[in-house]
């Protein structure tokens, strides 16, 4: 009978999961089914896609509405003291728009259809004798009736354009080294049509209007900038080469079939970014010029000529007969491997033929001849002396790949984020979370996203082939194919799919950046023979040899190029050789030339400087030192006392006070600030917009009050913490309740006195009580959406402008929390939200035997000017990323920051508190993060521990006092 039973029971039981097994299958393709239909991820409703679908079958009326932009416009200030000027400059009447506010024209419409946008502007640099820009792209927003048309439209980019302050052909000088030229502005006024910025559209943006009348307006994102014109009407019909072709018989040309012209890469007009300076390359000896062991600023463009939407524009010489010439470039692609950089080709600003719009450049490991044309004839065009010749970056047949992705990026994010609101970012491997079910459509946004990521793959590989670029779109393919295996699954792999999500984000960074190096541009007809771009097995093997030997005997040191008539000071730099070149060339330029102090630059390792000084071989300047290590040396007689010169007050005017209070001890002031460093707060505007949250904390009640909202949904707030040392969030705690470190003429710790000691307990409560996170990469997190909110180092912008692309324009930041200090008046809160900043110093060391000539050098080195201009240089070699962040006050408005951010920077930067350096204080550090640790980890009352480890400092304080005859 049991028997029986028990069969009866598996019988039973194996129906069952039969019957599960088939509703399972039925579910799983209903979703592929459904997922299917819709095609693909769900887009920004706002975004230009499903812009232009809504009007794709709308009319392109043949009609120009032209507004003169200098009359009829209404202008709001948006609260500020900014206003419009109208004048002439450079000898067209225009209105001088400011970097802030709206200005509204009113046009009228003729006829509804779809319209592109062309602006006719000059990028302003001065006004009246005096600096308005920061030399930054013109950042302006387009609202038509007051609304957005589309989100892109929020931001479209007006290029600035920049020239070579002298030719390097030119000033070459045999046997010598080139002089890196200096990019300067070039402002002149342009016409631009808008369009999209981010490579993602081939063509520029289409605006819906109806018949009637219309309010346009242009909001000010950055920079200020001059309008003359603007126009309303169809730029972009351009006619076929073939119908050009016809085209040349009537106008009388003929082909110039035995010409020759060869213009050098580096002798660019002009180009759009500051990053396209001349560059040296010595990679082939068949570069022009190719000059064995000697700088030579050969070509243009490399890896800084990447970024979509940058140009670089040649002049067709004097003498040159009018006619139709082919085009040829030599250049080299061998930065992405099986793919091709993308140009788009303009002859004076505009495209000549369709053709022209997607230029191909392929990849190939050395120098080539790349002619215009197809395989069987090359391309004519009609050129004369002064046409302009220019390339422009594009994204080409990659760009709707990049958007998919891009968009599929912003999905799973979303996505990544309702799983962990569930499940935190630790599932447990044992519990059911139901995710099908809180999850809306959770399968099919799986399944739409295979979709895309297999339409993507196809559209790579029928461009590149098959290769190595498809990567990381086939990890996430093969892992959401996992995901729909069911809920464990998903849970398993979900760190898997935040990396993979990363990753995809590198992919379209890595795929949008075109980068192409140019050597020469050829202008010749169809029988010219080209010279040969590539060197033969012969050539490279002598080279190989000659430079091998040569390597023994040739100083390629970081050498000055002119001679001053005074003494020679030596300066180390260890941040990097970009930094040493930047700093040789404006040393070079400025510094030398007009103090007659020759300088000898050294490129050095930061731990050299130490053995360097104790046996006597250190250098007169040191640049780049930590903030901690002048005065510590300073009171051991190594260090040279900036304040002893008689001009160094109006010199420390330069700084704020907090810069150079870690420099400074007992009256003693032992280095000038390069950089200073604070901490901001970094939010994510789209994720707490999803969770409710409408305005940020502005203290840290707030902050306590907002952490119930965040962990209800898995998600945290980001603190920094310092293993080790002192925590700069305790710092803040401490000067925002008028705390301080030290007391006695620093004599003790101050720590135990009642605002300071209030401040560490606070502290120790968002780690005991509210559970923040000791440990975190708060970039990859705040990327990824699982730290929406946090405070680090304003530095940190850099890497989310450049490494996080896929949230431009989704986050922000703000002034850090604060502490209330009071009341006003009308019963407001007075908030102090004090930060805490770090420096980094130039200093001058004791043992030089040229103290007024090594004044003279930090003097200079520190100035507004020579901060301003390192900073654009800077940032012009490596990038935004390289963004610098000077001490100098002055400096620091002038670099190319949003109007916005460098508000929230003063403001903050204002608010900063150095970190005071006294004989013994590396140990107040270390002992306060063990009172800490003991009170986290060993649950020790904050008080108690806090006083064990203040006595241990004083301790401490007081021998090392001692031990430098302080007391």
Known sequence: MNNALKKFLWVVLLVFMLACFANLQAATSDRTAEAATTGGIALDENSYVKYLSKYSTSAKPNKTIPVDATSGYTFDAAGTDAEVVVGEFDGKTGILLPEEGTVSYNITVSETGLYNLKIEYYAILDYQGVTISRSAAIDRGLLID???????????????????????????????????????????????????????????????????????????????????????????????????????????????????????????????????????????????????????????????????????????????EEGLYALTFKVKQNFTRGMFSTRTLYINGEIPFEEMKTIEFPY???????????????????????????????????????????????????????????????????????????????????????????????????????????????????????????????????????????????????????????????????????????????????????????????????????????????????????????????????????????????????????????????????????EETPVNWGVRNAMYDLSTFADYDDVAQRFYPSALLPLSFEGAVYGLPEQQNFLVMFYRKDILEEIGVTSLPKTWDDVINLIPILQQKNLEFYLPNVSGGLNPILYALIRQNDGKLYTDDNRESALMETKARDAFIQFTKFYADYKFVQNASFINRFRTGEMPIGISYYTEYNTLSVFAPEIRGLWGFAPIPGTVIGYDETNQSIIDNSTTSSVSAAVMLKATKHPNESWEFLKWWTSKDTQIRYG???????????????????????????????KVLRAQMEKSNGVPVVVGSYIIGRYIDNAFRAVINDKANPNDSLYINVLKINKELARKRKEFGLE
Request: hydrophobic share 35%; charged share 25%.
């Open 872 to 902: 654009r240089e800077l940032e012009a070699i490596i990038g935004a990323a390289a963004r610098y962040p000077t001490a100098n006050v002055e400096a620091l408005a002038n670099l190319p920051w949003p109007t916005s951010d460098y």
């Open 146 to 320: 007051d609304k957005s048309p589309f989100t892109e439209a929020n931001n479209f980019i007006l290029h600035r354009l920049w020239e070579d302050k002298f030719n390097v052909t030119k000033a070459r000088i045999e046997g010598k080294n080139d002089i890196k030229p200096s990019q300067i502005e070039k402002p002149v006024w342009q016409e631009r049509v808008v369009q999209d910025m981010n490579g993602y559209y081939d063509e520029p943006y289409y605006f819906y209007l109806t018949a009637g009348t219309h309010k346009i307006s242009f909001v000010a994102n950055r920079e200020p900038v001059v309008i003359r014109s603007f126009a309303f009407g169809q730029f972009v019909n351009i006619k076929s080469y073939a119908q050009v072709k016809e085209s040349y018989a009537s106008k009388g040309l003929s082909s110039k079939s035995e010409s020759f012209l060869a213009i050098e890469g580096e002798d660019a007009t002009s180009k759009t970014s500051p990053t396209l300076a001349p560059v040296e390359d010595n990679s082939s000896s068949r570069l022009s010029p190719y000059r064995r062991f000697k700088v030579s600023y050969n070509t243009i463009g490399g890896y800084n000529w990447r970024i979509v939407g940058d140009a670089i524009t040649w002049t067709v010489p004097e003498g040159t």
């Open 364 to 626: 190939r490991n050395d120098w080539q001849n790349v002619t215009l044309g197809t395989k069987d004839e090359p391309y004519l065009f009609h050129l004369k002396a002064g046409d302009e010749i220019t390339l422009e970056v594009s994204s080409g047949r990659y760009a709707e790949l990049i958007r998919q992705i891009d968009q599929l990026i912003a999905d799973l994010n979303l996505l990544y984020r309702e799983i962990v609101m569930i499940t935190s970012v630790s599932p447990s491997p044992t519990l059911d979370y139901l995710l099908a079910s809180r999850i809306d459509g959770l399968y099919e946004r799986i399944e739409s996203a295979k979709n895309v990521l297999n339409s993507v793959i196809k559209g790579v590989e029928s461009i590149a082939g098959r290769g190595e670029n498809i990567g990381p779109l086939e990890r996430m393919l093969v892992l959401l194919k996992r995901f729909d295996r069911g809920e464990r699954e998903i849970t398993r792999g979900l760190s898997t799919f935040k990396q993979n999500i990363s990753s995809l984000g590198t992919w379209t960074t890595s795929m949008k950046e075109q980068p192409l190096s140019i050597d020469l541009v050829y202008l010749h007809g169809t029988d010219v023979k080209l010279p040969r771009a590539k060197s033969n097995i012969f050539e490279r093997i002598w080279r190989g040899i000659i430079l091998f030997f040569g390597s023994f005997f040739v100083d390629q040191s970081l050498t000055s190029s002119v001679d001053g008539t005074g003494p020679t000071i030596t300066v180390w730099i260890s941040s990097g050789r970009d930094q040493a070149n930047i700093l040789r060339q404006l040393i070079d330029e400025t510094f030398t030339p007009d103090k007659g102090i020759n300088v000898d630059l050294k490129l050095v390792n930061a731990g050299v400087l130490l053995p360097a000084t104790v046996s006597g071989n250190g250098p007169d300047v040191s640049l780049g030192v930590g």
